[in-house]
């Protein structure tokens, strides 16, 4: 199978293409991402992170002990100014199979969100359809998004800031029908890393003239945060993925862990130790 090339004037792959395909391959096998004769949809939004998912995990593909298939799926929202013309191009290069969708939810997201609230929740809801629609249509079984380690460690802000809750993105989950896994094989590689890997791939991005044209997102908000602190701790990206790779359950308040937590006292007992049984 053939890869689209980078520019030739770019010379050999940066360091950051190495980290990538070495994350995102532990990633892979950690989770248990992938299994013989999947067939993946990887939806390309026309942006970095969804290019460089697709083209790693081609080069994965040619060389991995197990055999899966990938197909490529765009979605045209009928955006104004929309030119998807290089991501065809890019695509029809690659040598990877590809379908690329039209369908106007543009206009469907503009009417149901409210003003001066942000475009994305919708905008994803309705792309997620379209993808689990054709999903099926295409004989996929699971569905494979370009998520990074930065959008897990905001989007984990963000729900603990605006709606109480301690989630992030996990690497992988069943859609609510049981019909699809969704992965996210990127999750742990940083964006730095992306970025440097798709300036030397000169991919050409798409811009989302949508979220793109909205001031003040909380997601913007949540990584200056991030970048706030990074400047007193240059590790703490690092950290925080840690931190949600090593949860203590017994050390929170959800109520519905109870029984996790009376199931580890009794270990601890039993092991000679002291354990302390608060009121509930």
Not at 170 to 178: E, F, R, V
């Amino acid at each position: 199978m053939t890869t689209t090339q980078p520019n030739s004037t770019a010379g050999q792959s940066p360091l950051a293409s190495k980290r990538l395909r070495r994350i995102m391959g532990k990633t892979i096998a950690d989770y248990q991402l992938l299994a013989s004769g999947d067939h993946l949809m990887v939806a390309i939004s026309g942006g970095k992170d969804s290019y460089t998912l697709l083209e790693l995990l081609a080069q994965l593909r040619a060389r991995a002990p197990i055999e899966f298939r990938l197909t490529a799926v765009h979605l045209d929202q009928v955006q104004p100014g929309y030119d998807g013309a290089p991501l065809r191009r890019w695509l029809e290069r690659s040598g990877i199979p590809f379908e690329i969708l039209r369908e106007d939810t543009y206009s469907t997201v503009i009417d149901v969100t409210p003003a001066g609230k942000a475009f994305c929740a919708a905008c994803s809801r309705l792309r997620r359809g379209v993808l689990y629609t054709n999903a099926e249509r295409l004989g996929c079984n699971k569905i494979a998004l370009g998520h990074h380690r930065d959008d897990a460690l905001e989007t984990l802000l963000l729900n603990l800031f605006y709606t109480g809750k301690l989630q992030a993105m996990p690497a992988k989950y069943t859609t609510d029908d049981q019909r699809f896994e969704v992965i996210r094989p990127l999750i742990e590689c940083a964006e730095t890393d992306i970025i440097e890997h798709a300036n030397w791939a000169s991919y050409p991005i798409l811009p989302c003239n949508l979220c793109g044209s909205q001031d003040g997102l909380r997601r913007e908000q949540m990584r200056g945060l991030i970048e706030t602190l990074e400047a007193d701790n240059p590790h703490v990206r690092a950290s925080m993925l840690n931190a949600i790779r090593n949860v203590r359950p017994t050390h929170l308040l959800d109520r519905k862990l109870s029984d996790y937590r009376d199931s580890t006292a009794a270990q601890a007992g039993d092991a000679g130790l002291i354990t302390l049984r608060l009121p509930r």
